[in-house]
């Protein structure tokens, strides 16, 4: 057995001063997955699972900042989607 972790980033625009984290953004919102295999097969370590979540950030950043991608959330700013 192996273990993954799966990662969900949403990306939207809020208004400021909107309230709490967890409310509803104002319009379109960006969606990315990412999973990662945890190091270790069936008896992973912390390290292992330390591995796995830099490498979940990593990729989640690359898939963020690519340039397509980081224009379409920019463009939320003014009614994009």
Request: hydrophobic residues 40%.
């Amino acid at each position: 057995m192996t273990y993954r972790l799966i990662a969900t980033v949403t990306v939207g625009n809020f208004q400021d001063g909107g309230g709490q984290i967890g409310v509803t953004p104002n319009g379109p919102v960006l969606t990315v997955f990412q999973t990662e295999i945890v190091p270790g097969a069936q008896t992973p370590t912390g390290a292992n699972f330390t591995t796995a979540c830099t490498n979940l950030g990593t990729d989640i950043s690359t898939q963020l900042n690519a340039a397509a991608t980081l224009a379409r959330i920019q463009a939320f700013a003014t009614g994009g989607t």
